[in-house]
């Protein structure tokens, strides 16, 4: 198949570049398609939070902005408090699903997982590019739903019933809703599809001499990543099918005794709490489907950096799997006020609590690495930092927001705003930018600017923890979330200096963003030409050519002698020793 | 570049997918059931009794529980067999008794959905339908009920289309190179059997 397509290709009628890029099945080109759908549905995302955060500084001022962009939505430039919502949970869903998930895993998966297991190319070239086309598909079909006439979803990117469930429940609750659902049903099978490759590439195709534990931790963090997404999507399957026909067949599994502008409808016997649950059980691994690739690469980052072997390779492992583990039961601790029994509530309370052990020992490790190592402040070891600082702070709220008693107060206020996102928003995208920075010379052959890098961590960094750190005191003091408009209570007046100030520092991280992008695409044709091994790693993706070729390495595969993190050994005479070198010569 | 280094297909890989794919269809079903059970157990109307829904039999007369449900659970479980023999028969190069059996698989498929097929039309005369219930009982029995078979239908219809595909790729093929290829759809086809024997059990039976 592969050599009919290649025939084609090279075809003088079709040597053209970009039908090269387009009908590719090699597993480089369709990394470099996800990353660029994931960048531009990350801007999109990121630009749609600045507008809100527009919002809410400023509630009662028109902007032109607004009236520029959703004319129909913003009437004179004040915007519709359901768009709003509509804004709330597309931020959500593309943040989440199209850039954490989607674009996270998948740009690594398909780059590294091949690259670094030493294989020509994924287990199904074919299915991995089905994976992409149906990735792309569910991107543009979720974009889509700002064309319809009623706005996008609006029940907030957990798509809670009853305002899912009904179509007539507000604006977004139409068309957007179910734009919405469809769009995720095709992202579950797209996910499917890249998760059974994945794990069978990682299984079946590793070179010879690569046991299992002589992977680098990033290969295990995907691995496991793609064995949450394979058990928990399908659940959601379920929910979204369900759903759907809650939404247009008259069943009633998550509603019941409701009432719509006074009139009673007919449902009967079901519980939006059970939506809620088979919610969650995707909802929590999903929370580790977004970290976990982030917590892989800055495995590989740190160790390469600090010219030391990774502290704890082992438990670091052993850590990942219990990570994994356990994540797929503390998923009720997103639901202890939704009316669950509270001896559930305390089941969950004690399991999420669990869970934050292995998540320290990855951090003690972390740093362990990192004490007394030959440390280089490359951009990707600051991005990676950084993402241990993440790490840490939200890490910490969440053993708060994990307890029973405290979530009771902390439920849905700005608390929970800032926790997830510095945890697993802010780590996992400085995951995803060390993870770029870093791999940059492998997928475009050229060095990024490592000064513009330097500028664009230090903005992104500092403007994270003064947009979000601020959120926890609003946060205690009762400020809920997805709300239109504060200054309606005075009790948060005193916050409204607070909100202006976050406003303007997500612009300004907002426009950071915009030195990332400039950095990446000139790169791209003017950067630095990369050598074969920039970083001077171990790991196998280093040792193919610097052009692409079909196929990774240009003759035998190589066989892997050792693990991947033997820095500074003095054994040897460099202080890099890459697996693929034989002690003997 | 050249490309003749790429691996060539490897069976073992694709069977690994069919399992991963098993794998994860398995949570689809059991988020179906965990709904089933979830419905039934907190139901506050009365939840219909299976020994009284199904009672009809075609042909023969109204009054045999669970009878004609229990016909269509024999025959989708012979289908199992046939597959099974087709599959052993073409791991023995017999091209013909392969076909013969897969057939016969293909042919319990489509009377398997026939009878479905029956049994939909005459609950949704007599009452139960997406929503509708007689009156009296809980609303969500006929709900789960014609989702999870529904979606265990819409299973058996894809497994009938590869085992259609396939038994036509051995009809042309010249030399034998399907086994891996039957081995997986028989796979799935053994799977879709099994998760019926589980949907009979628990919301037949029980």
Known sequence: MDRQTDNILSNNKFNMKILKYIFSRDHKIIAKQFLITAMFMGFIGLFISVLFRLQLAYPNRPFYIFKLFFNKFANDGYLDPSFYLSLVTIHGTIMIFFVLTGGLSGTFSNLLIPLQIGARDMASPFLNMLSYWLFLLSSLTMLYSFFVITGPASAGWTIYPPLSALPKAINGSGTGQTVWLISMS?????????????????????????????????????????????????VLMAAVILLILDRGFGTSFYLSDIFLAGEYLHYDGGSPIL??????????????????????ISSEILSINCRKPLFGYHTMIYSLIAIAGLSFFVWAHHMFISGINPLIGSVFTITTLIIAVPSAIKVFNYIATIWRGNIK????????????????????????????????????????VAHFHIVMGSAAIFGMFAGIYHWYPKLFQKMMNEKLGHIHFWITYISIYLIFFPMHFMGINGMPRRYYDFNAFGMFNIFINMNKFITIISIISGFAQLIFLYNFTYSMFKGKDSSKNPWKANTLEWTTPIEHIHGNWENDLPVVYRWPYEYSNPKYQDDYMPQNISDKH | MNDIHLNKINHQNWKLMMWLFLISDIFTFCGFINVFFALRLNSKTIWPNGDIVFTYVPLIG????????????FILIMSSISMYASTYEYKKSKKINSLIWLFFTILIGIMFIFCQSLEWIHLSNKGYWFGKIPIGHNVNYSNIFFAITGFHGIHVLIGIMINIFIFIKIYLEKRMHSYNFLNNAGLYWHFVDLIWVFIFTFIYLI
């Open chain 1, 275 to 296: 939506f809620q649950h088979l919610f969650w059980f995707l909802g929590h691994p999903e929370v580790y489907i977004v970290i976990l690739p982030a917590l892989g």
């Open chain 2, 62 to 73: 109204y009054n045999i529980p669970l009878a004609f449900v229990t016909i269509m659970t």
């Open chain 1, 377 to 416: 402040f490359t951009t990707p070891m600051l991005f990676t930092i950084g993402l241990i600082s993440f790490f840490i702070t939200g890490g910490l709220t969440g053993i708060y927001l994990g307890n029973a008693i405290l979530d009771i107060n902390l439920n849905d206020t700005y608390f929970v």
């Open chain 1, 186 to 234: 095709i992202f579950i099978i797209s996910s499917l599809i890249g998760n059974i490759n994945y794990i069978t590439t990682i299984m079946n195709m590793r070179t010879q001499g690569l046991t299992m534990y002589r992977l680098p931790i990033i290969i295990w963090a995907l691995l496991l990543t793609a064995i949450l997404g394979l058990l928990s999507f399908p």
